[in-house]
Nanobody
Framework: QVQFVESGGGAVQPGGSLRLSCAASGIIFSRTAMGWYRQAPGNQRERVAS????????NYADSVKGRFTVSRDNAKNTMYLQMNSLKPEDTAVYYCNPISGAIGFGSWGQGTQVTVSS
């Protein structure tokens, strides 16, 4: 059974930081490129970061480049998203999932809410 469990969200002030975690099961995690996605109210879900199966390659949306860092620990079947210099426009529910087309893509968890507000 494919399952992704996100955690680490919360409410922070602009300029603050959060570290999200994603625990994966039901897939061969070490062979799966993964992504962090977010969905703000009224918006479509968008991918903000991705990481190759070994962690050697990463990509970021322009809106988060230089502020967010994606990493993974294949021994723990876990992916992380370090978010710094948070802005109000980063407010969204954050999800993790394989990249589109990979096994397990589309099995969405409940996500973790990130709220950036003064």
């Amino acid at each position: 059974q494919v399952q992704f469990v996100e955690s680490g969200g919360g409410a922070v002030q602009p300029g603050g930081s959060l570290r999200l975690s994603c625990a994966a099961s039901g897939i061969i995690f070490s062979r799966t490129a993964m992504g962090w996605y977010r969905q703000a109210p009224g918006n479509q879900r968008e991918r903000v970061a991705s990481i190759g199966s070994s962690g050697g390659s990463t990509n970021y949306a322009d809106s988060v480049k230089g502020r967010f860092t994606v990493s993974r620990d294949n021994a723990k079947n876990t992916m992380y998203l370090q978010m710094n210099s948070l802005k109000p426009e980063d407010t969204a529910v954050y999800y993790c999932n394989p990249i589109s087309g990979a096994i397990g893509f589309g099995s969405w968890g409940q996500g973790t809410q990130v709220t950036v507000s003064s």
